[in-house]
């Protein structure tokens, strides 16, 4: 799937969006709100980490969130189209453990936080039910770079008063537009005089995050686990 054919088809589905408002059909919309919390990974392999040389590292989820506000557009009783505007936090966790003459055990623990503005346009596909209706969906996501930090701590288990924490920040160093695709499931269920949905879906990269001359390609994966309410 190419970015050109991505960015085409969120363009299209705002277009639509547009003109069903300017032309007497908004009261088709469907408004909304989210959030959750996102189980943020890479696939960069630990033993590749080169910011400690001679440190064993390995590799953990890091917890993370979003939240956004969604429009969608039942085409039928079975099927409808969402557009979300999400702030998105991706990103990864490694902890890695290094000897050191006269310092002893050394642990080091290396946050990399990735903050996105994450497009997602989704097919949903509803499976039926009179009052909870379960459905599945499908999309791709067009993210731009808001932020990337990396974030350094290390502490020494001998010798007490060495200690580091520093964050860089490298941003400059990451590709500004990241392009995925997200698959999930969901549940839609009336509460009052509106509508509350739980999700869980799993969002993976598509397109390389890193764009550094030399530095290993990665791609973002992420377990979104979500809930909101649609009016």
Same mark, same amino acid.
């Given at each position: 799937?190419? %970015? ?119 097919? %949903? ?107």
């Amino acid at each position: 799937m190419s %970015k050109k054919f991505l960015q085409m088809a969120i363009l299209f589905f705002t277009i639509f969006i547009l003109h069903q408002a300017m032309f007497g059909q908004f009261q088709n919309l469907q408004f909304g709100i989210k959030g959750g919390l996102n189980l943020a990974n890479t696939d960069e392999d630990a033993a590749s980490m080169e910011i400690v040389p001679g440190a064993d590292f390995e590799k953990n989820i890091y917890p993370a969130y979003n939240i956004g506000a969604f429009v969608e557009y039942p085409l039928s009783q079975k099927f409808s189209l969402q557009l979300s505007a999400l702030y998105n936090v991706k990103g990864v966790k490694f902890q890695g453990v290094q000897v050191e003459d006269f310092v002893g055990l050394i642990d080091y623990f290396i946050t990399e936080k990735l903050e996105y503005l994450s497009l997602p346009l989704l097919a %949903k596909f509803n499976l039926g039910g009179a009052q909870a209706k379960p459905y599945v969906f499908l999309g791709p996501e067009t993210s731009y770079l808001l932020s990337a930090d990396v974030n350094i701590t290390a502490d020494a288990m001998v010798m007490s008063g060495v200690e580091v924490d520093t964050t860089m920040k490298v941003t400059d160093d990451l590709e500004s537009l990241e392009f995925g695709l997200n698959a999930g499931l969901g549940i839609e269920f009336p509460v009052s005089s509106f509508n509350a949905f739980f999700e869980a879906s799993y969002g993976f990269g598509l397109t390389n995050v890193n764009n550094l001359e030399g530095a290993e390609d990665f791609k973002n994966r992420l377990i979104y686990l979500n809930a909101g309410i649609k009016f």
